[in-house]
């Protein structure tokens, strides 16, 4: 079994003022491709924080991650964005679609960067909603989506490049029980059909049982279970 | 479609947070307008002002004038205007007489230039035939023509005997000059555009001139006209070179150097005045992006969670500003070159003649302007951009998905 992420020594400290907050103090470790990881543990343990520098969007103030091999936090802005593009998607408690933008063209947005082909991503992004059973929702804007549909819609748009990796932060955290077992499922058969590689931030321990491992962080560290 | 520019104008103009962000962007998109147009009209009215000044001081001056050192009169005039034979850029050479002095109509006295010209002079005839507003050319010798704003303070009118008083009179009596005063009847009065004209010139035969002013039948000079009015300066320089010693030259460009000089100057002040409206324009696309850089705060970083990178997002703000620009500047121009049209065509802005050279507001829009000014606002909205994208681009992502 590979990894797709390897962590070592990662730390992260955040400066206020004259304080020094140290959120993440020196973890590492093994993502295995294709497989639903579980992230739990309490708040301010620092799991967004360990996220996003997966993500890249943000830095580590010490130590590495390699993805496949590649030391992200050595590529440059555009290298980045682009392996973010290709490679990544990302899911948020909140939807964080764009709001002037239709929902095909928030879907289509990240496979518009990749391909710069308009009509593609267009078509690539009607395929998407109405795989997620949203055709009948393509040309809304999403404040006239439910909670539940802009939820897909965002999934839709994490998808649209076929990427590695899912980053999910709290991804049910603001839907009822029957949505986010529908958000679940959703990812369980993406993971069984494409072989996709999800790592997801919970509080829900009743969503463990759709995972294949779960990993505790608390206060920093992470805790063997 | 380019993304940047998709995202751009969604940026722009799409579902801003308030009404207000969508009056901010008009207002940016109006200053540039603004400049442009009133840049673009304020230069060719400066323009127009200057060719029509510069054309009429040609119109009724001659272009070139031959004159004796001192102001002596010539006698010779007719070997002059043989040897000049071989210049083909010359059009015409005709004698004139040219002085001081008053004219009296019942109460009312004034000064004045007197200029005797030949009736065989058919250039200057034709000039002034162009600009004669009421009655007619003079036939005999004692008739006379004057400019209308000199008729109106004299309140003489055609047909009217005035009499005109020069010092060149008789010196018998007591040794001391005694003025000599002529009478004239009013023949014509003319119009040439330019209140200077209008106001001191009159015009009485040449042949009448020479008398009055004790010339007896020289003259004061000769008047050249040429074809290409601009290369007076040379040609005057090779009719002085051909002369001699003791003939020397004129010519309307040096005549009126500082006034062309005044007319420049005025333009270049106009054009800085002007440019302070760009550049308030420019601080309107400055605050406009950055109004929607701040309110776009949490897009910017979702994009850049999507794989956009920082260049991009600062592509999107240079265009968002290039967008301002050219909306601005497009419709500045076209309604700029409108306006010029307009008052070109119907002339509808009066200028009292007194105060201004002109009395009518001139246009030329001149091509390079025209380029220069769209050059210059492309140049100062590019640059107002740079600030708001570099800020925008260097929107941290994760604070934009921490926050909502
Ligand atoms: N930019 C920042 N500046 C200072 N402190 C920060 C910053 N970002 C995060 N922190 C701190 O780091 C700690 C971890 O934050 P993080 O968001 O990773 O927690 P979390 O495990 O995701 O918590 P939750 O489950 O509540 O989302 C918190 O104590 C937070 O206050
Ligand atoms: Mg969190």
Known sequence: ?225 | MNYSFFIAVKHLFGARKTFFGYIVTAISIGGVFIGVAALIVVLSVMNGFQKDVKERIVDVNSHIIILKYFNEPIDDYKSIKDSLKEFDDIVSITPFIYSKGLIQFENWTNGVIIRGFSNEDSVTYGIMKKHLKFGKFPQKDDELILGVDLAEELRVHTGDVVRIATPFGSTETFGSLIPKVSEFTVSGIFDAGMYQYNAELVYIPLRKASEIFGLSGKVTGLEIRIKDIYKAPQVAKRIEKKLGYPYRTNNWIELNGSLFAALALEKKIMFLLLLLVIIVAAFNIITTLIMVVMEKTTQIGILKTLGLSERDILRVYIYQGLIINIIGTISGLIVGLFLCFLLSKYKFIDLPGEVYLLDKLPVDVQFLDVIFVLILTSIVSIVSTLYPAYKASKMDPVKAIKYE
Do not use: C
């Open chain 1, 1 to 225: 079994m590979s990894s797709i992420f390897k962590v070592f020594n990662l730390k992260k400290s955040f400066q206020i003022k004259d304080k020094r907050i140290d959120v993440l103090k020196g973890i590492n470790l093994e993502i295995e491709e294709g497989k639903i990881t579980f992230i739990l543990g309490p708040s301010g343990a620092g799991k967004s924080t360990l996220l996003h520098i997966l993500g890249t969007l943000d830095s580590p103030t010490e130590g590495e991650v390699l993805f496949k091999g590649t030391r992200l936090h050595s590529l440059d802005d555009k290298s980045k964005s682009r392996w973010r593009n290709e490679n990544i998607g990302f899911i948020f408690q909140s939807h964080y679609l764009l709001n002037e933008f239709l929902a095909y063209e928030n879907v289509m947005l990240p496979h518009l960067f990749l391909t710069k082909n308009f009509f593609k991503s267009k078509k690539k992004s009607f395929e998407l909603l109405d795989s997620l059973s949203l055709s009948d929702r393509v040309f809304h804007k999403p404040n006239e989506l439910s909670g539940g549909e802009q939820q897909r819609v965002a999934i839709a748009r994490a998808l649209i490049n076929d990427p590695e990796v899912i980053l999910a932060d709290e991804p049910t955290g603001n839907l009822d029980s029957k949505n986010s077992d529908m958000v679940m499922q959703i990812f369980k058969r993406i993971n069984r059909e494409s072989g996709k590689t999800f790592l997801i931030i919970t509080h829900n321990e009743e969503l463990i049982k759709y995972g294949d491992r779960v990993i505790k962080l608390v206060d920093g560290v992470i805790e063997n279970s």
